[in-house]
């Protein structure tokens, strides 16, 4: 997405009327959503993001998220590792995991998961020409 789309897409959301917050967990788990997750940063910039995936690990909730908007040393392929934060006020919010070992691992079940998925998919029988 280039910049002057998400310009006026952040100049469009600041004249729309805020709802009530919603929760998290619930945004993540609905599979009927497709649209972006907006997370706002510690500067106060609206950050969008693509939900690839949940992963319950280690009795915490992790989230798989790609970044739709730039930010600075994460590569267009790349993908965050996010837990869900009950502690740190009324509603859960999303943290970076920042402990590496634990990100590779929610990583790998992701991984699992896909093969475990494309496994149970049919083989695509060739199409006759």
């Known amino acids: 997405m280039d910049k002057k789309k998400v310009q006026k897409i952040e100049e469009a959301s600041k004249n729309v009327p805020q709802e009530e917050p919603v ?6 788990m609905d599979e ?5 997750i907006v997370l706002m940063d510690a500067n106060g910039r609206r950050l969008s993001f693509e939900q690839i995936a949940v992963i319950p690990h280690n009795d915490k909730l992790y989230c798989v998220l790609k970044p ?5 040393n994460v590569q267009d392929d790349e993908a965050i590792v996010f837990y869900v934060d009950e502690t740190q006020g009324e509603e859960p ?3 970076v995991e920042t ?16 093969d475990e998925e494309q496994s ?3 083989a695509k029988k ?4």
């Open 120 to 122: 149970k998919a049919p």
């Open 99 to 114: 402990d590496e070992k634990v990100a590779m691992d929610v990583f790998d079940e992701y991984y699992d998961l896909l």
């Open 126 to 129: 060739p199409s006759k020409k």
């Open 32 to 36: 009927n959503n497709k649209d972006p």
């Open 23 to 28: 929760n998290i967990i619930d945004v993540l």
């Open 68 to 72: 739709i908007d730039k930010i600075e």
């Open 93 to 95: 919010v999303l943290m």
